[in-house]
Structures are given as structure tokens and as C-alpha cells.
């Protein structure tokens, strides 16, 4: 007997509760301004009593008694919040339905949700094309690794294994860094040596180290697709730029046997770039990027000069204006790998 | 006895379960119940392509060039059998080469040019008195024609800053070349002339078959119109610079004075396309 009170208490308690906060619906003018606040806890109904049912949904729960003016339902529980009422679930016959079925959505949602701070967050009233993004990266870290080939070089090609690591500020800004590590994977094509022994012409050939950059990146776009006209899937396009440092060094082909280029040279890049990323789930994604960095390359003098050993002659006096174009593909982990959206779907 | 016949059954029964349970987590189809159950991905979809002819004027830039870029004009015509399959071709022909700067540092060489590379570049002179431009040997596309089939597994639509939206597909397209390019002609064998003489520089007609496949956006402003950005691949090997490069030595990777089949190189030829389409009907079908 004392169980059967325990149960009806809560019963009573958990239809007292403001549960559809988060499904109102509109206002009609002037119709809750003198509406009571949500109570912190819903105070016990006495023993027997039944609840006062209230559909989330109606304006009126039918067979209720019509509310007294300043609010529109939920007022004979006195407990509602604004216009939502106190509803804990439908009643059925006088029953809470939560009694009967208390797994029942509306029922879990009372129990998932402080719907009095849920009552408190700010409702933006405007319908957004695509009301939840599929992946909320404000506030969350991105790692990305990756491989980039070079696009746009024909006499060296300066491959690179690269990780990135951003900062999401916002859900469409991002701050970071980034780092190529191209030492040991220039490549100097066969075409230059024909082309050398061919028509006397040497082209002069830089390699690459390293170079890192400070980027931003800006989200402006973002959909889906739909796979095979089966699975869809999300992905977002953006743009990045940035400034760093990209360490190069020429490599000898107009005067070997004398120029031995030892040391590196740091020269001050701009980087910008564009970028697909394909989301697998909420916190990984397949990344594709064109990315071109900009710098003044420092390159191989074409002529010998008297003094081939003087190492101040083996550089051209003049710097010269290089795009390195690279095609970045990676993955992309967003971390922590789990979010929550700021309001029920 | 007992005892071990209750330890026997009990065990089965673990093992049993353990092997029924891990099955089909692994391996299980989702049971998809209501109102959902068998629905489409999506519904009212517009069907772009179904059904539907596609004329779409394409300007092609050749990438990654030794000595010598091609702006390509041509078309893409397609008809789409399905709203993820199509079939038509491409072609474009050369209309715009301009040199690289390699070319231009081959051709600015100070007289007198060296007498070593008298079979690679030419060493006489125009009315000017200056040299033949290196410029006249290097070769070029001149058209392309390729029959293919489109495959667009992926359609969707974009949102740009939140106001604008786009229906997109991604496709893939493959099918076989064939292109026409000017290349320098062969010389130096028996019964040719030899690859000094000024006029075995003349660039000539030849034709490649080969292979070709890309990848592209496409995107639907209206139900009429729609662009796209393509990626292209077409691999063949040719004689870029029109020099003679292999023929002789243990490997054939030495200068034989002669300018012939072997001289030429594979190259991953690569173009970025941009397209203008047109479709027919001009109002595409909804599916259900």
C-alpha cells in the first residue's frame, strides 16, 4: 500500500512537471505576460488526488476548466511555464498516461530534461533552411593529417606528409596550425636532365624542408548528399589562409661541381586555399584541399661567375615570385569526438 | 557426474549465446519499422539529368605543361539515360597555345646557339636573322573527341553562407580519347632527312588514342541551366619538345640523331574543364 502511494506521488509530481517547453507553441498576443515562473520543484499533490491532465499540444486541455485570464493552459495546476502548461503526458480516462506507459516519449523527456532551464534558453525565432547542422565544430579541436602532392611544379615535385591542428572559435571560423615536412621526398624530374642535355638550358630547381603557417579558415558552405540515391552523407567546403615560414634551398644544376648548397633558407610565406571536407560521422572526415603557398623563392644564379667558389655569386640577385599549388589529401578528427546541440532537434 | 553434466550444459549454453549474440551485431540490418520503412532517401527529388539531353559548352586549360599550354573550345554533349548514368562525348579543340617560360628562356638563348643541340633546336635563322623560335617545334594539342559514360553516384545541394542553396551532383566520367596533336615529325632514319635540316623541325599531324576519365561538380541554378568544374586526366605519350632523347645506348636511353617513336615520353596529361549546360526538356522530372 505504501509502494501504491509512492508511485501515485510520483505520478502526480511528474505531471506537474513543464515538460513541452521546448515544443511551445506561439504566443497569442498578451497571453502569458502575467504568467507565474516555472517552481524549481513541482510541489506533491495530496494522496488520491488525481492529476490535472494537460495536453502539451492543445490550448486548452479538454474537460478542463477554462484559465483564468493571464495565462493560457496549465493554470489549474498552477505550475505552468508561460503558455506551455504543466503537462507530464496525455491523460487517458483521468490516468496519466505516464502511469500506464512509463516509457512514453513525453514521459522520458520530463525525467531527460531540466525543463526550467531549457525554458530559459534564448528561442531564435527565424526557421533556418537546415535547423541542426550535422556536425557542431564550434568549441572543438580539429587534427588533421594528411599527404600533399605538388600540382603545379613540373621540374621538382615537392611532396609532403602534413598534419594540421584548428581551433574552432565559431562554427564557421577556425584558427590554426599547420606543418609540411617535404626533406627527402623532392623529387627532380627526368624531364629536366633531357631538357639540359637537349637544348642547353637548365632550369634552376629549389627543394623544399619544411614550412609551417598560422592559417584561418572560414566555413561559408556546407550540404549534402545523398549517396547512390541511398545513404546520405554531409560535408562543408572552406577557405583557409595564412602566413608562415617555408625553408628552401636550391639545388645545383647550373654549376655542381662548385655550388654546394648546405644551408636552408627561412623565407616568409602566404598560404590560401580551398577545401572539401566529407563527413563519415560526427567527428571524422575524409579532407581534399587545394592549397597554394606563396613566397619569394631564392634561387640558383644562371650564370658562373669568375670566382665560382665565392659563395656570394652562386645566388641570382633577384627573388622570384613562386606558387607552390598542392593537392592536401587527409583525414580530419574533430575532438572531443562527442557535442551536444544547443537545443532539441 | 551430475555436476559435470550441469558444468557441460551450462558452458554449451555460454558458448552458444556468446556466438549467437556476437553474430549478428556485426552483421545485422537495421529493421527500419513506421511510416519510414522502405521510404527513399529522398523524396520530390528533381531529376536534373533523367531523361534528359545536355549540351554544355566547355572551355578546357591544360595543367602542369613543359612548353607549351592549350586553352581547348569544344562541348560536352550528354544524354542521360538515368538520373545517375549518361552517356555522350566530349570534344574541344586547341584554340589558344601559348609557351611556358621555359620555352621563352630556350628561345631567348644568345647566338651562337650551341652546335651540339643542332638536331634538337633549330639553328636557322628567319628573314629577321634571328634563330626559328623553339616555339614552332614544341608540340600541341590540336583537338580532342571522346565517347564516354557519366556515372553520378552523389547528389545534393549546397549551402553558401546560409542564403544561398544549390542543387549539386558529383560524377565521374571515363571513356576513350582520341586526340590529335602536332608534334614534330620523325627524322634521321633511312630515307629521311636528317634532324639538322631546318625543315625537320616543321611540327605534323598525328593522332593518339587514349585513355580519359575526370571528375566534376555540377551545379542546378535553374531546372535549365546548370555549370560545372571538371577534373581531367589523359594519359599518352608524346614528344613535347621535339628533341632527341633515347634510341641508342644498352638502355635506348641515349641520342641516336634520330627523331622517331622512341623519343617520345608518357605524360599524365591533366585539364580543368569549366561548363556552361543546357538541358532538354527544359523542365526536369520530380521523382515520387
Keep these: 500500500m505504501k509502494q501504491a502511494r509512492r508511485w501515485l506521488l510520483l505520478a502526480a509530481a511528474l505531471t506537474l512537471l513543464a515538460q513541452p517547453a521546448y515544443a511551445q507553441k506561439k504566443k497569442p498576443k498578451g497571453g502569458t505576460k502575467g504568467a507565474a515562473p516555472a517552481p524549481e520543484a513541482a510541489p506533491p499533490a495530496p494522496a488520491g488526488a488525481a492529476p490535472v491532465p494537460v495536453d502539451a499540444d492543445a490550448d486548452q486541455p479538454a474537460g478542463a476548466p477554462p484559465p483564468p485570464a493571464g495565462a493560457d493552459t496549465g493554470a489549474a495546476a498552477g505550475t505552468g511555464v508561460g503558455d506551455t502548461g504543466a503537462a507530464g503526458g496525455e491523460a487517458v480516462g483521468g490516468m496519466d498516461v505516464c502511469q500506464i506507459t512509463p516509457d512514453a516519449p513525453q514521459c522520458q523527456a520530463a525525467k531527460e530534461f531540466n525543463l526550467a532551464n531549457e525554458a530559459k534558453k534564448p528561442v531564435h525565432a527565424e526557421i533556418y533552411a537546415v535547423q541542426q547542422q550535422y556536425v557542431i565544430k564550434s568549441g572543438r579541436i580539429e587534427l588533421m593529417p594528411y599527404f600533399a602532392f605538388t600540382m603545379n611544379d613540373q621540374f621538382v615535385s615537392h611532396n609532403a606528409p602534413g598534419i594540421a591542428l584548428n581551433y574552432y572559435i565559431t562554427q564557421v571560423l577556425a584558427v590554426g596550425l599547420n606543418g609540411n615536412w617535404y626533406q627527402g621526398l623532392n623529387a627532380d624530374s627526368d624531364f629536366n636532365f633531357q631538357n639540359r642535355r637537349s637544348a642547353r638550358i637548365a632550369a634552376p630547381l629549389n627543394e623544399y624542408q619544411f614550412s609551417g603557417d598560422l592559417n584561418f579558415t572560414y566555413v561559408p558552405m556546407y550540404g549534402k548528399f545523398a549517396g547512390f540515391g541511398d545513404f546520405i552523407f554531409h560535408y562543408d567546403a572552406f577557405l583557409e589562409g595564412g602566413v608562415g615560414v617555408i625553408r628552401t634551398r636550391p639545388i645545383p644544376v647550373i654549376d655542381p661541381d662548385n655550388r654546394k648548397f648546405a644551408d636552408w633558407n627561412t623565407l616568409v610565406n602566404f598560404d590560401v586555399g580551398i577545401g572539401l571536407r566529407i563527413f563519415f560521422n560526427r567527428w571524422l572526415a575524409a579532407v581534399v584541399e587545394v592549397r597554394d603557398i606563396m613566397y619569394f623563392e631564392k634561387i640558383e644564379a644562371l650564370t658562373i661567375s669568375p670566382r665560382p667558389l665565392d659563395q656570394a655569386s652562386w645566388y641570382d640577385k633577384d627573388t622570384h615570385f613562386t606558387n607552390d599549388v598542392q593537392l592536401q589529401v587527409g583525414l580530419s578528427l574533430f575532438l572531443p569526438t562527442s557535442f551536444d546541440y544547443r537545443l532539441p532537434k | ?288
Design chain 2, 1 to 288: 557426474m551430475k555436476r559435470r553434466f550441469v558444468t557441460a550444459v551450462l558452458a554449451s549454453v555460454a558458448i552458444a549465446t556468446v556466438l549467437s549474440a556476437a553474430g549478428p551485431a556485426r552483421a545485422q540490418e537495421i529493421q527500419l519499422t513506421g511510416p519510414l520503412k522502405g521510404a527513399p532517401a529522398v523524396r520530390e527529388l528533381r531529376l536534373y539529368r533523367q531523361g534528359r539531353f545536355e549540351i554544355a559548352p566547355a572551355i578546357s586549360f591544360t595543367l602542369l605543361d613543359e612548353y607549351r599550354r592549350t586553352i581547348l573550345v569544344g562541348a560536352r554533349l550528354n544524354y542521360n539515360i538515368r538520373d545517375w548514368i549518361a552517356i555522350g562525348v566530349w570534344g574541344a579543340a586547341g584554340a589558344i597555345s601559348t609557351t611556358t617560360d621555359l620555352t621563352d628562356r630556350i628561345d631567348s638563348l644568345p647566338a651562337p646557339r650551341d652546335p651540339l643541340t643542332a638536331v634538337n633546336v633549330n639553328h636557322s635563322t628567319d628573314p629577321s636573322g634571328g634563330f626559328r623560335p623553339f616555339a614552332n617545334q614544341a608540340a600541341k594539342i590540336s583537338y580532342v573527341v571522346a565517347p564516354q559514360l557519366t556515372f553520378i553516384p552523389f547528389r545534393g545541394k549546397l549551402a553558401i553562407f546560409n542564403k544561398i542553396f544549390v542543387d549539386t551532383d558529383l560524377y565521374l566520367a571515363g571513356g576513350v580519347a582520341f586526340v590529335g596533336i602536332k608534334e614534330r615529325g620523325d627524322c634521321g632514319g633511312q630515307g629521311q632527312i636528317a634532324c639538322s635540316n631546318p625543315n625537320s623541325f616543321d611540327l605534323t599531324s598525328k593522332s593518339k588514342i587514349a585513355p580519359t576519365f575526370g571528375v566534376g561538380l555540377t551545379f542546378y541554378p535553374s531546372s535549365f541551366v546548370s555549370f560545372g568544374v571538371e577534373y581531367r586526366g589523359l594519359p599518352f605519350s608524346w614528344n613535347r619538345a621535339g628533341f632527341d632523347s633515347r634510341g641508342s645506348g644498352p638502355n635506348g636511353n641515349f641520342p641516336d640523331n634520330q627523331v622517331n617513336s622512341t623519343d617520345e615520353s608518357f605524360k599524365f596529361n591533366q585539364l580543368v574543364t569549366v561548363d556552361l549546360g543546357f538541358s532538354f526538356p527544359t523542365t526536369p522530372k520530380i521523382s515520387e
